[in-house]
């Protein structure tokens, strides 16, 4: 097998790990290049994939297995729809951190928005846990968390998506 061949299988099993990943409600790619590049390489990478299995078909269970497989995802994409799918390309940015921990740096509870183009944003409230700063694990904000010693309130800015603030 070429050797050009197997960079592309590697990146793209890579490239649907993390789209896999990133389907999960728990997960988050939080750079918006990766992010981009997961999600049109799925779709690229697809239909690359499935033209080149079915240019060199032979009746093999690899070969088989290799069209199934891309139809499949083809398939769940169309079901999405394309606009919906590309739309979610968007990676979630942290407005503000409300709350740290005060025994893990990598822990904290954020103001995320996520820019969905025209229809404006989508916003939430979550505790972070930060892989590295590519990746995330999200989950819901504990009850009560003014009331807990291990979280203290910061209240800091971050203001990833560099808005404005609004003048009265």
């Not at 025994?103 to 505790?127: C, P, W």
Request: hydrophobic content about 50%; some cysteine; aromatic content about 14%.
């Amino acid at each position: 097998m070429k050797t050009h061949k197997k960079i592309f299988q590697f990146l793209y099993l890579f490239i649907v790990i993390l789209f896999i990943l990133d389907l999960f409600p728990f997960f988050d790619i939080k750079n918006q290049i990766l992010k981009s590049i997961c999600y049109f390489g799925i779709l690229i990478g697809t239909l690359i994939a499935l033209i080149n299995s079915i240019l060199t078909f032979q009746k093999n269970w690899i070969k088989i297995s290799g069209i199934l497989f891309s139809l499949i995802f083809l398939v769940t994409i169309l079901s999405i729809g394309i606009l919906k799918f590309t739309n979610s390309t968007s990676s979630w940015k942290t407005q503000m951190i409300e709350y740290e921990h005060a025994h893990s740096n990598f822990l904290k509870i954020e103001f995320q928005m996520q820019d969905i183009g025209a229809f404006g944003y989508n916003k939430r409230t979550v505790k972070v846990f930060y892989l590295t700063d590519l990746f995330m694990i999200i989950s819901e904000v504990p009850e009560n968390i003014e009331t807990k010693i291990e979280w203290r309130k910061v209240n800091k800015s971050v203001n990833e998506h560099k808005l404005k603030p609004l003048e009265l």
